[in-house]
């Protein structure tokens, strides 16, 4: 019912820029709020940004001012861009949203920050 596939992760040093995507097969995308989450490893999936089906934004307080989320309704897309990255933001980024009350997510995509 919903396909999400994430893209752009790879390794950058600290300071640099990523700029992720999340292409979903859904039905009416633009109805629906998209999030990314984070989880690096041995530590819990964290909520990093939401975009609501109006556009407003919502972000982790360890990533405001550095990240911004939007969202292309016209190609189901949604995006993270990520500047001044941190080594603390190593991690496998995740794509979610909500439908029906069921959570779905992307195979995720890995975000190395070298120090």
């Known amino acids: 019912q919903v396909q999400l596939v994430e893209s752009g992760g790879g390794l950058v040093q600290a300071g640099g820029s990523l700029r992720l995507s999340c292409v979903a097969s859904?039905?009416?995308?633009?109805?629906?709020?998209m999030r990314w989450y984070r989880q690096g490893s041995g530590k819990q999936r964290e909520l990093v940004a939401t975009?609501?089906?109006?556009?407003?934004?919502v972000y982790a307080d360890s990533v405001k001012g550095r990240f911004t989320i939007s969202r292309d309704n016209n190609k189901n897309t949604v995006s993270l861009q990520m500047n001044s990255l941190k080594p603390e933001d190593t991690a496998v980024y995740y794509c979610?949203?909500?439908?029906?009350?069921?959570?779905?997510w992307g195979q995720g995509t890995q975000v190395t920050v070298s120090s």
């Open positions: 975009i609501t089906s109006s556009g407003s934004t």
């Open positions: 859904m039905r009416i995308f633009s109805a629906y709020a």
């Open positions: 979610n949203t909500i439908l029906g009350g069921q959570n779905y």
